[in-house]
């Protein structure tokens, strides 16, 4: 596995940074504070120099401060005795820190030309950037090219979904329509002028100047190129210096250009976790690079178990499994577990405004029914999400993954299907409108043959069958009403049955009015095909092709577990691994087959989380 450090660009400051590493390395602060001619731990702890506030905004002030705290973070890991990566990355700005820690120049060099870089770049003329989100890079570029907008550049290409543009400040202000019609978010950037564009080439003239004056040493570590997205050379690189700021970062390439290598181990040096977070999206759908590199190796979803051992298949359960505080002593513990919650409330809050993360993991909610679909569909979905990257934290990668209702959502994302970005805005629009359209309808569970429902169907009036969990286990959806009268009736007869908290009728016509306008928007995502095999309860069988229609009946269609556990148990054997937050899918299997189907829990409503998912660990490394 590949030890990668990175370190972030702008956007990443705040005010605080740096306490630990001012404390520690005293003279280089003052080389600081004499190359700067101010203060960088009052810049940097206050945001304040000389009474003046918030400097930390203005690029002038924010390139030194984030490669000083940079800089002073990573001598901190090397001098406690961190074993140091094979490689070093940084995303605009955060490559001079990369470069740093290669030993291309000392400390006071590097300050001395991001000051200068800074500077320069706050007084190009007036520009503006914007992010582009939920299409891909191709898409934003052949829009622009097919527009009246021809002074607007690619500036940053950092996902597969994510691309920030750069160019004429007017022209940007215009474009939004343009990429909204196309079923992109359109987000501003607090910046001033046009970076990473043809715009700065005035900029990059004079920094080239400025500094050709500086020796740079031969790197004693690779480090990626933003310009390139390959290794910079080992000495004779100065011109990459000054070509980055009027080239686009090319983020997303650099890091699935390192993956193509194997398995990487990525760190994030400096403050924030923007780099973090953009791996998680990138490892779910690298970019497919034309060229093979000599010591590219298969990659690990897609190995051959090892002999003797059963193939390893992840589950993500749907409704009726949610409650609140589900995975809260991992968020507060697992940092892999922390880190991918934490992006998808990112992506959560840029649709709706509302933390989902605070929602969650609301004490005073302890003992409430989570029932707001507006909650429970991302949650769900984010927890799925957020247990698989602690399971490939621990080197714990499936050979396949299954869904259930809402759950193939997750199942498609993990399995390079579709983006994280779209997955989301897909799950956040269902339950908006399932919200405003679908209220009012319920799900019962029933503890009886399935024939039962049909050789009595008087006993279930106004119901669907929605799904068949195991032999005896089935579910009925239908109007609220509806469900009370069949429950009484079920009670009269002695068959038990317990009604899901949920407001609606999945997998029945009670979802029927959000579906044009659902439709609609799924034709708006992305996909190919995945890599991974990836198993549908609702198809019964593995999905190859993922468009609207497939989307719409995800929620839409009847589910068959038991049918499709029985079949992929045919063959080789299969250890399946319950992503959900009870253990739900792996309790049907239980009852559903036995011994004769090996099944494993991740966590469940009882708590104790940390001890279980060790467990689980444990089982799954034997």
Known sequence: MTSVWVFPGQGSQHKGMGAAGFE???????????????????????DALDGKGELLRQ????????????????????????????????HSLGEFAALFAADAFDFRTGLALVAERGRLMAQAPRGAMAAV????????????????FDRIDLANINSAMQTVISGDFDQIQRCEALFADAGAR?????????????FMQDVQARFAEFAAGFE????????????????????????????????????????????????????????????????????????ALSEAPATAAAPAPAAAPRPGRPRTVFMYSGQGSQYYLMGQELYRHNAAFRAAMDACDALHRAHTGRSMVAELYDDSRKHHDMTDVRLSHPALFSLGYSLTQVLIDAGIEPDGVLGYSLGEYVAAVVAGAISLEDAMALVVRQAGLLDQQTRGGGMLTVLTSVDHFQRHPQLYTGAA???????????????????????????????????????HAFHSAGVDPIEAEFRRHAQAVRSQAPRLPMYSAMRGREVEAFDAQYFWDVIRQPVDFHQLIGSLSQGEAIRFVDLGPTGTLSGFIKHGYGDRVAHAVSINQFGRNLETVQRLLGQLAA
């Open 186 to 198: 359109f987000v501003r950037l607090n910046v001033s002028a046009a970076f990473h564009s043809r």
């Open 133 to 148: 989100i939920g299409i891909d890079q191709a898409r934003v570029a052949q829009l622009l090219a097919d527009s009246e």
């Open 59 to 90: 690029t002038q002030y924010t390139q030194p401060a984030l490669f000083a705290v940079s800089a002073l973070a990573f001598l901190e890991r090397r001098d406690r005795g961190d074993a140091l990566p094979a490689v070093y990355a940084g």
């Open 465 to 503: 069958l929605a799904s068949v969990n195991f032999g005896r286990n089935f579910v009925v959806s239908a109007a609220q009403d509806a469900l009370q009268a069949i429950k009484q009736r079920l009670d009269e007869v002695d068959v038990a049955s317990l009604l899901l908290p949920v407001d």
């Open 216 to 287: 740079l040493r031969p790197l004693r570590a690779q480090v990626i190129a933003n310009v390139s997205a390959r290794p910079y050379p080992a000495q004779d690189y100065r011109d990459l210096l000054a070509r980055q700021i009027t080239h686009p970062v090319k983020w997303y390439e650099s890091m699935s250009w390192l993956l193509a290598q194997g398995p990487v181990e990525l760190e994030e040096i400096g403050p924030g976790d923007v780099l973090t977070n953009l791996q998680f999206k990138i490892k779910q759908a690298p970019l």
């Open 24 to 46: 520690r390395y005293p003279h280089l602060v003052r080389e600081a504070d004499e190359v700067l001619d101010y203060s960088i731990r009052e810049l940097c702890l206050e």
